[in-house]
Antibody, heavy 126, light 107 residues
Framework: QVLLEQSGPEVKKPGSSVRVSCRVSGGTFSVYVITWVRQVPGQGPEWMGRITPVLDVANYAQKFQDRATITADKSTTTVYMDLRGLRSDDTAVYYC???????????????????WGRGTLVTVSS | DIQMTQSPSSLSAFVGDRVTITCRASQSISRYVNWYQQKPGNAPAVLIYATSNLQSGVPSRFSGSGSGTDFTLTISSLLPEDFATYYCQQTYTTPHTFGQGTKLDIK
């Protein structure tokens, strides 16, 4: 089993930035795909983006393309999510999750998220 | 982005009932649907991946079906620990969007 340990809660002012970390232990970090998902209380989860550390390639939902940066430090097996230009509607719980791929029918790859961090509450308030 | 629309948004049922939750995608997504259960204060936990495959350790009273745009999650006989919020998710293409959730509570 893969364990994902996230950093603690944050309170930020509008316009500032936040960094949330996700330390991954167990297995082979560099080949994992780590995803960031956020959830506003009472709403469904929202996919923000993901990174494959071995490739050092990240991709983002268009909504976050200009404000979010996801990076990975292979030496500490930690993934970071930076979000800039914070607004009150960025108040949410931010989760990291491991994207796993299954091949139930043999040839097609089906991604799903099977290991999650406990979440980091980011509160944006003046 | 592909929109995932769940129904109902909330559902009340008795222990022992059979319940079905539906999820409709805004375009065809083959069988790229996962289902998650979330309890208050916890992260979502995967129940079913690729429409109908039970994640290891998930009880067999959970099942999934569908293809294309219409998908269902069925719980054959509710137990007290099944009262939670359920989400569908598509992983056909990024962003891997989720439904808005179905809150299942005890009648």
């Amino acid at each position: 089993q893969v364990l994902l340990e996230q950093s603690g809660p944050e309170v930020k002012k509008p316009g500032s930035s936040v960094r949330v970390s996700c330390r991954v232990s167990g297995g082979t970090f560099s080949v994992y795909v780590i995803t960031w998902v956020r959830q506003v209380p009472g709403q469904g989860p929202e996919w923000m983006g993901r990174i494959t550390p071995v490739l050092d390639v990240a991709n983002y939902a268009q909504k976050f393309q200009d404000r979010a940066t996801i990076t990975a430090d292979k030496s500490t097996t930690t993934v970071y999510m930076d979000l800039r230009g914070l607004r009150s509607d960025d108040t949410a719980v931010y989760y990291c999750a491991r994207e796993r791929t299954a091949y139930p029918s043999g040839s097609y790859a089906y991604p799903f998220f099977d290991d999650w961090g406990r979440g980091t509450l980011v509160t944006v308030s003046s | 982005d592909i929109q995932m629309t769940q129904s109902p948004s909330s559902l009340s049922a008795f222990v022992g009932d059979r319940v079905t939750i539906t999820c409709r995608a805004s375009q065809s997504i083959s069988r790229y649907v996962n289902w998650y259960q979330q309890k208050p204060g916890n992260a979502p936990a995967v129940l079913i991946y690729a429409t109908s495959n039970l994640q290891s350790g998930v009880p067999s009273r959970f099942s999934g079906s569908g293809s294309g745009t219409d998908f269902t999650l069925t719980i054959s006989s509710l137990l007290p620990e099944d009262f939670a919020t359920y989400y569908c998710q598509q992983t056909y293409t990024t962003p891997h969007t989720f439904g808005q959730g179905t809150k299942l509570d005890i009648k």
